[in-house]
């Protein structure tokens, strides 16, 4: 069973936006932090943004002011609006519970920014 499915990624040009999403398979992780990773090629995961149970966000400083975490219990689900994107931000993104638990990885969706 896939315990969080990832959504939204897709191509955008410098300064653009995207939005992805994340859908967990159980109510339960209503009561968790959930968090957005990312894994650029070549190197480890990261954490950027952590969403508390009430739905306070936390961001890394290279994603302040630029991304939006939120979530949305009704839906089960985690959001990441990703604004002003730069070409750093290339990466797969990921969603899991903070902190994260190697059996819940999904697969991940890919975000783009290039020209």
């Known amino acids: 069973q896939v315990e969080f499915a990832e959504s939204g990624g897709g191509l955008a040009q410098p300064g653009g936006s995207l939005f992805l999403s994340c859908k967990a398979s159980?109510?339960?992780?209503?009561?968790?932090?959930l968090g957005w990773y990312r894994q650029i090629s070549g190197e480890q995961r990261e954490l950027v943004a952590i969403?508390?149970?009430?739905?306070?966000?936390t961001y890394i400083d290279s994603v302040k002011g630029r991304f939006t975490a939120s979530r949305d219990h009704s839906r089960d689900s985690v959001y990441l609006q990703m604004n002003n994107l730069k070409p750093e931000d290339t990466a797969v993104y990921y969603c899991?519970?903070?902190?994260?638990?190697?059996?819940?990885w999904g697969q991940g969706t890919q975000v783009t920014v290039s020209s």
């Open positions: 899991n519970v903070v902190p994260s638990m190697d059996d819940y």
């Open positions: 969403v508390d149970r009430d739905g306070h966000p």
């Open positions: 159980r109510s339960f992780w209503s009561l968790y932090a």
